[in-house]
């Protein structure tokens, strides 16, 4: 009995030294930093897996798994331990394409005439809203705005010109973008002060002045050329303002539920010097709440890169790609179509490309040899079938033509040959899913009618072929919220009443959508080896939930509340 009870008593001391050496081992380097547990944890891996509980050592999430187990292995005496209460935890959503400095200027700085609910402006409330604001106005100041989108305004169509800006002023000169930031609509003292004239040729490169039957210019500009150079007399915002406005921008994309985006478009509205400059103070000032992934804008690099090579930086700010515009808007009516519009009845006019097929494979060559990927906006097919054959011609020697990850941005009106191809070149769309919701009965009923209006943003599609696709705002041309590309990318259903489901067969899973705003999303911006999806390894991106949208009625998903999201482990402030 002695024996026994010697046997017994060292027993027990060896389970208590070995549990006593687990938690040293905690202690001294196996302990993480946080712990959740509480509520579903969608992975977005590649089983799309939901697990019980999730820990982060380091900034690095080093644990995903039943709670049990995670929490005997990680938790010691020093981590913080989160309870869900039946929040939903997800990766960090992606945002893989937004002007970030336009829509802090245009948002921010400019008068926000952005109108995204069912009852629609009018040229009166438009020029109502414009007066009160020209009220405030510092003396010697542009009157800009932004967001006026005659697709979205009663009457349908109707255009704001130079006679009628003229009614809100003719002293100060006005400014107002469209919502899709292709077309501008200017007072005759905007023309007047930029030296704009009846007989002041189109700039070339897609850019239009607009002009009556009697040759006199209507005061609606079209595209970056001409666009910007009215813009260029607009006095620029002082640092601190844009500084502020940048901030107020990251915080509100970070309210999203993102902690990565795209800067879609650098050097676009400040120059490139400027715009780098910028992005590289406010990204490492340690409080903007989002990681950025940017692309140069490729009309300035006939000037070179200013030094910037492919793939530098750091995860807070990384240089990934160089991206070209060669059309226009659809809901503008100047996307290059095979087929004219259908608006006005009767038209032969189906837009323009911004260049012929030799001068944009000139510019993007060069681009694409020196190891940049290459992102292309292209709305209409007439521009997608351009862009796939000049993709073709660059991937022509490349070992892995998949590799080089080459996107098309919207991906618009499209034919089904068209999504073939893309898969076979590993092209990536991104769609603004947007379409479907706040314009999609305008395109389905007014401007390019049901069979093509059908196959826009073709999810399904590319679903189907075994390709990816990915969502996006385009902000400021739509509202940042991946959880509304969710909904749009899995209902379809267009916003204005009757509310109908605008092309069944491209609708996809809410799993599907999920990954559209995640880990493709991220493998798009070549940043899927480390965010998109909760696996050990990667970086602790995270969101919080009010509820799983796995769980929630398709519609319904977009109401999902945002509750906090995290970057490196760390709980962002916004």
């Known amino acids: 009995m002695k024996r026994l009870m010697q046997r017994a008593l060292l027993s027990f001391g060896l389970i208590a ?10 202690q001294a380097g196996q302990s993480a930093d946080t712990i959740f547990y509480g509520g579903p944890i969608l992975t977005v891996n590649a089983k799309n897996e939901e697990v019980q509980s999730l820990a982060i050592q380091d900034g690095k999430i080093v ?76 003396k010697g100041q542009w009157l800009g705005a932004f967001g006026v989108d005659p697709s979205r305004t009663q009457p349908f169509m109707a255009e704001l010109t130079a006679d009628v800006l003229d009614k809100v002023s003719t002293e100060v000169p006005i400014a107002v973008m469209n919502q899709s930031g292709h077309i ?63 901030q107020k921008t990251a915080k509100m994309i970070a309210s999203k539920g993102v902690t990565t985006s795209a800067e879609i478009t650098l050097g676009l509205m400040l120059g490139l010097d400027n715009e780098s400059k910028l992005f590289n103070a406010m990204t490492h000032s340690g409080d903007f709440p989002i990681r950025v992934r940017a692309y140069l804008y490729g009309p300035l690099l006939a000037n070179g890169t200013n030094g910037i090579k492919p793939n530098d930086g750091d995860d807070r700010l990384r240089y990934v790609g160089v991206k070209f515009v060669s059309d226009g808007s659809t809901q503008g009516i100047t996307a290059a179509l095979n087929e004219p519009y259908i608006y006005p009845k009767g038209t032969t006019f189906r837009g323009n490309l911004d260049y012929s097929d030799d001068q944009i494979y000139k510019m993007t060559k060069p681009i694409f040899d020196q190891g940049w990927q290459i992102a292309t906006h292209a709305n209409g097919d007439r521009t997608i079938e351009q862009t796939l054959n000049t993709y073709a011609k660059l991937l022509a020697n490349s070992p892995d033509p998949k590799a080089r990850r080459l996107r098309i941005e919207h991906f618009t009106i499209n034919t089904p040959e068209q999504v073939k191809r893309a898969v076979k070149l590993g092209v990536i769309p991104g769609f603004t899913i947007g379409h479907v919701d706040y314009w999609g009965e305008a395109f389905h009923d007014k401007i390019v009618g049901p069979e093509r209006a059908d196959r826009i943003d073709p999810s399904g599609s590319f679903k189907r072929e075994g390709g990816r696709f990915a969502y996006h705002s385009d902000s400021p041309v739509s509202n940042v919220g991946p959880l509304n590309y969710i909904s749009e990318g899995a209902g379809r259903l267009w916003q204005k009443e009757p509310r109908k489901v605008l092309g069944p067969n491209e609708r996809v899973s809410v799993d599907d959508a999920i990954r559209a705003v995640t880990i493709n999303a991220a493998y798009e911006m070549f940043f899927d080896d480390k965010v998109g999806s909760l696996e050990v390894g990667k970086q602790a991106d995270l969101v919080v939930l009010s509820a799983n949208p796995k769980k929630t009625p398709v519609d319904q998903i977009r109401n999902i509340q945002v509750k906090e999201t995290w970057i490196d482990g760390k709980k962002q402030s916004w």
């Open 17 to 26: 030294s070995l549990h006593m050496a687990n938690a040293a081992t905690n």
């Open 63 to 138: 644990a995903v798994g039943k709670k049990d187990t995670v929490v005997k292995k990680w938790q010691g005496a020093n981590t913080k331990v989160i309870d869900l209460q039946g929040k939903t935890l997800m990766p960090g959503f992606v945002e893989p394409h937004i002007h970030i400095v336009m829509t802090a200027m245009t948002e921010v700085l400019w008068l926000n005439l952005s109108n995204f609910t069912p009852q629609y402006d009018t040229l009166d409330s438009l020029s109502q809203k414009l007066k009160a604001r020209l009220k405030t106005l510092p």
């Open 184 to 246: 501008l609509y200017v007072n005759h003292k905007a023309l007047e002060l930029a030296g704009i004239t009846d007989k002041t040729p189109n700039p070339g490169d897609g850019g239009i002045y607009m002009r009556d039957a009697q040759g006199r210019l209507t005061g609606v500009v079209v595209e970056a050329p001409a666009i910007l150079s009215i813009l260029k007399h607009v006095p620029p915002p002082s640092e601190a303002e844009l500084a502020a406005a940048m």
